[in-house]
């Protein structure tokens, strides 16, 4: 039966999303050199990674195999065919291009790889939408710089940019700068996404970081974005730049004003600063004061602000897989959620994980993203991560990711109604790869299960769940059927 609510744009983006590091592996093959990643070993919600300055051969660390996808991708691409993609989001470990960030020359044997998948993507009429840099850096660069802390990494990403760009300007049209960049406004952003963790070995939940040295750190990002993208309007004019945020959508936890202006601060600072300084060119008013009350003194040399400027993205994108609140009453419950603890919100059910599960919520966070810039939207990641069971004829039933599926699903389709200008949709992990968060293969997205388990061991089999089909029917109809 049609779903008489919601409705498509022709030519509207389906696929999924993934990250190199969580999923390619092969992580010391063909000239690859070791990437933040491939110093964390595995761990849980319950036991937090752990990060080692050298790689211990006894020692289980999920990121150096992931998935096999190095090996497999073909494989994996026409999975991803058969469902319908014809979009794949996925990114460029930086460490395959320049093994040591730093490095003369690039390595051949790393660009002929992304070679090869984006003809595979071509040949299965899959567009390549990829993410530059998505929680990864050569290992070199943390230990002699301390990651985005240093200014040098400016022009060592606007070179390994350079790079990729002109091999690649007939494959690939859309790319995004830095994954969920504004992570970087708290202690998870220095383990992710500017890897602040020089000489640090340990619980990665103990990595000690000020707010100076974040913002800080973002600032050099927000430069390197700017140039970049200046570089690509420039030089190639057919490339799409888009930037990446991880949307956490709050409430005030009560009509107590107290809460409610409690709240609009958290937006500013988690969903808005990032997003305003690459969407519209300039930081936003309220920076100024928030540095104040917070002791940072941003190292703003001449040029800086004009690269900023010219280097405003064609298009936003987003995370978004929950919501949480916001309040000021000690009472308060909290719960968990991606990359943030936040407060809980008792008309929600939650994951597996406890992430507060709010299709309502990604309506509102499209509407409120569309009013504030006019620009084209697209929701990169969105997914559920479960146990999934495996029954003995090898079936996967998994209603409760085809429930999420389709919520959201027809949450999009509202908001488009609503004005919404979305054109894409990239679910997160369409088949099962390590958590980013924890390490674990338990967590699983997919609609692909992969015979891979926490300890290491499996056979890397690919299976298709009962959401494979469930996504295979909305990406058929273009979203008109299949949301019963």
């Known amino acids: 039966m049609a779903n008489s609510t919601v409705s498509f744009p022709e030519g509207f983006y389906w696929g999924g999303a993934t990250a190199a590091n969580q999923l390619e592996g092969a992580w010391n093959v063909d000239g690859r050199g070791p990437s933040v990643d491939d110093h964390f070993m595995g761990g849980s919600y319950e036991k937090p990674r752990e990060i080692t300055l050298e790689i211990h051969p006894d020692k289980l660390y999920p990121n150096h195999d992931g998935i096999d996808f190095y090996h497999r991708y073909e494989e994996d691409i026409a999975l991803f065919a058969e469902m319908g993609f014809n979009m794949f989001r996925m990114s460029i470990a930086w460490s395959r291009i320049f093994p040591n960030g730093d490095d003369a020359q690039p390595n051949e044997a790393g660009l002929a790889f992304y070679d090869r998948v984006f003809d595979c993507c071509r040949e299965h009429g899959i567009e390549p939408l990829v993410t530059l840099s998505h929680y990864e850096m050569p290992y070199h660069l943390v230990e002699k710089y301390n990651g985005w802390e240093s200014r040098k990494l400016i022009d060592l990403f606007e070179r390994y940019c350079a790079t990729v ?157 929950m919501s949480s609140t916001v309040g000021t009453h000690a009472d308060q419950e909290t719960t968990q959620g991606n990359m943030t603890f936040g407060g809980k919100n008792p008309y929600l059910k939650s994951t597996d994980w406890g992430w507060q599960i709010d299709p309502l919520g990604l309506r509102v966070a499209l509407n409120e993203i569309y009013a504030r810039y006019e620009i084209p939207l697209m929701v990169v990641e969105n997914g559920m991560g479960a146990y999934d069971t495996v029954e003995e004829d090898g079936s996967i039933h998994d209603q409760y990711r085809i429930d999420y599926l389709k919520s959201h699903v027809r949450a999009m389709g509202e908001a488009i109604a609503d004005g919404v200008d979305l054109v894409g949709y990239t679910w997160w992990g369409p088949i099962d790869l390590v958590s980013a968060g924890t390490g674990e293969m338990r967590k699983r997205y997919g609609f692909i299960h992969v015979d891979k388990h926490d300890d290491g061991t499996g056979t890397y089999e690919r299976r298709r769940k009962d959401s494979f089909f469930a996504y295979q029917k909305i990406i058929k109809s273009n979203g008109a059927e299949g949301l019963e």
């Open 165 to 321: 760009f002109d091999r690649y300007q007939d494959k690939v049209t859309y790319w995004l700068t830095f994954n969920e960049i504004n992570c970087g406004t708290s202690r998870m952003g220095a383990l992710f996404e500017t890897s602040m963790i020089r000489g640090f070995e340990g619980p990665a939940s103990e990595v000690k970081v000020t707010p100076q040295q974040c913002y800080q750190a973002l600032h050099h990002q927000f430069v390197a974005s700017g140039r970049v993208v200046k570089l690509a309007h420039e030089k190639y004019p057919q490339f799409k730049m888009g930037n990446m945020d991880c949307f956490i959508l709050s409430y005030a936890a009560t009509c107590d004003p107290e809460d409610v202006f409690a709240n609009q601060q958290e937006m500013n600072r988690m969903n808005w600063y990032c997003s305003d300084v690459q969407v519209r060119g300039a930081y936003p008013f309220y920076a100024k004061r928030y540095w104040a009350e917070n002791g940072i003194e941003l190292d703003i040399r001449e040029g800086d602000l004009e690269d900023i400027a010219a280097g405003k993205v064609d298009f936003y994108t987003f995370s978004y897989y």
